[in-house]
């Protein structure tokens, strides 16, 4: 089956530094992947995406980068502030039975916390 | 635009009890979805719909039921509430299930608790 899994559930890095978060991806089927922020008692923020045909993009201060060769996606942001403590989660685009609806497939998420 | 709604934020039931988690959008999306989120864990599909009385069942279906009668609402109907049924529920709606643009929205949520 199509799973999405995350390397590290938390991860703490110093205000103004940049952070990584990784993720893993089982289904080779997934050709659109997004990551999300969901910061406590919010539903998931959408961050960036990127299609199976790239291997990085890049929006404000956001990068995500796309290595199919071992099904892996990194999010990258740049000088990290207070605001982006959250809880960041990959999700592959999975396609459902019906008119091309899609389900995304999420990871279990990393707990960005940022130290002053 | 209010994007996507829901009501209520919070609830608690007791065990066999029912009720319906209400979910609107304003943005004439005809795509729909339910999730639920278990502590510390991702969303899991419920339910989804492609538009006004089309709906399938997703990964997590058992226990639920939903409806589509219009383009704005999608409500999940809990028949016999149980303890595994103690959740965060999100719905989320996009707008043509393309494949490089169907980007879902998400509501604030709808935490519940059942005893």
């Given at each position: 089956g199509e799973s999405v899994g995350l390397h590290l559930p938390t991860l703490s890095v110093q205000e103004g530094d940049n952070s990584i978060i990784n993720c893993a991806y089982s289904n080779s089927a997934s050709d659109y992947f997004i990551w999300y922020k969901q910061e406590s008692g919010k539903g998931p923020q959408f961050i960036i995406d990127i299609r199976s045909n790239m291997d990085k993009r890049q929006g404000q201060r956001v990068t995500v980068l796309l290595n199919k060769t071992v099904k892996h996606l990194s999010l990258q942001i740049a000088a990290t502030q207070p605001g982006d403590s959250a809880v960041y989660f990959c999700a592959g685009h999975i396609v459902l039975k019906i008119q091309g609806a899609q389900k995304l497939v999420f990871g279990q998420g990393t707990r960005l916390t940022i130290n002053p | 635009?209010?994007?996507?709604?829901?009501?209520?934020?919070?609830?608690?039931?007791?065990?066999?009890?029912?009720?319906?988690?209400?979910?609107?959008?304003?943005?004439?999306?005809?795509?729909?979805?339910?999730?639920?989120?278990?502590?510390?864990?991702?969303?899991?599909?419920?339910?989804?719909?492609?538009?006004?009385?089309?709906?399938?069942?997703?990964?997590?279906?058992?226990?639920?039921?939903?409806?589509?009668?219009?383009?704005?609402?999608?409500?999940?109907?809990?028949?016999?509430?149980?303890?595994?049924?103690?959740?965060?529920?999100?719905?989320a709606s996009s707008y043509s299930g393309g494949r490089y643009t169907d980007t879902q929205y998400f509501g604030p949520g709808t935490r519940l608790t059942v005893l």
């Open positions: - | 635009n209010a994007g996507v709604t829901q009501t209520p934020k919070f609830r608690i039931l007791k065990i066999g009890q029912s009720m319906t988690l209400q979910c609107a959008q304003d943005m004439n999306h005809n795509y729909m979805y339910w999730y639920r989120q278990d502590p510390g864990m991702g969303l899991k599909l419920i339910y989804y719909s492609v538009g006004a009385g089309i709906t399938d069942k997703g990964e997590v279906p058992n226990g639920y039921n939903v409806s589509r009668s219009t383009t704005e609402d999608f409500p999940l109907r809990l028949e016999l509430a149980a303890p595994s049924q103690t959740s965060v529920y999100f719905c």
